[in-house]
C-alpha cells in the first residue's frame, strides 16, 4: 500500500529539507507551569508533561509548583534544572516545533531556546519554528493540528540582478 507524500516533504527551514513525516515531528507546548511533549502530531497522541519543580524552603523538599511563577523569574538553578528535564526526553531525531505564549523575557519558549544554543547547540539545527499561541483558549487537538499544518517560513530571499534584455 502506498502512503501519500509528507505533508512537510516540499518543506524547506533554514535552508534544509524537511523530508520527515509528521509523526518524526515532535511539538512542544510551553508555558509558565510547565511543558507538553508531543512526539507525534498525529491526531490522538498524548502529551509527557514536564513539571518545573522548584525547592520548598519551609518544608525542606521539592515539590511541583503549579503556580511556578518563581521558576522562570526566581532561581537560575530551578529554570536549568527545567530546561535540561525538557532535553532529556527529547526524542533523539526528528523536526522539533515550539507554542508557547509571551514575548522576550515573558517567553518560556524564547528563553528555552536561548538556553539551548549555548547549552545544547546541537537542538539548533531541528527546531522548525517557535510560535506564540493563546494556549488558554485552544486545545490540544487543536495545537496537533496547528503543527500538522505548520508551515516554516523559507529561508531569506536573495535579490538577484537580472542583465536587461
Known amino acids: 500500500m502506498n502512503t501519500p507524500p509528507s505533508p512537510l516533504g516540499s518543506l ?35 502529551a509527557q508533561l514536564i513539571r518545573p519543580v522548584v525547592a520548598d524552603q519551609v518544608h525542606g523538599h521539592s515539590h511541583h509548583d503549579w503556580q511556578a511563577k518563581e521558576f522562570v523569574r ?22 522539533l516545533l515550539f507554542f508557547g505564549t509571551g514575548k522576550g523575557s515573558g517567553s518560556e519558549v524564547e528563553q528555552f531556546i536561548a538556553w539551548q544554543q549555548t547549552h545544547h547547540p546541537q537542538l539548533s539545527a531541528r527546531i522548525i519554528g517557535a510560535v506564540a499561541v493563546d494556549q488558554h483558549h485552544t486545545t490540544e487537538a487543536q495545537w496537533l ?14 535579490a538577484v540582478t537580472l542583465p536587461a534584455a
Open 12 to 46: 524547506t527551514a533554514n535552508g534544509r529539507s524537511l523530508s520527515a513525516p509528521p509523526s518524526a515531528l515532535s511539538l512542544i507546548v510551553m508555558d509558565h507551569k510547565g511543558a507538553r511533549l508531543y512526539r507525534s502530531v498525529n491526531r490522538g497522541t498524548v
Open 74 to 95: 526566581g532561581p537560575v538553578s530551578g529554570v536549568r534544572a527545567f530546561f535540561a528535564a525538557i532535553v532529556k526526553v527529547l526524542p533523539a531525531t526528528g523536526d
Open 145 to 158: 493540528a496547528a503543527a500538522r499544518d505548520f508551515s516554516p517560513r523559507p529561508p531569506a530571499f536573495t
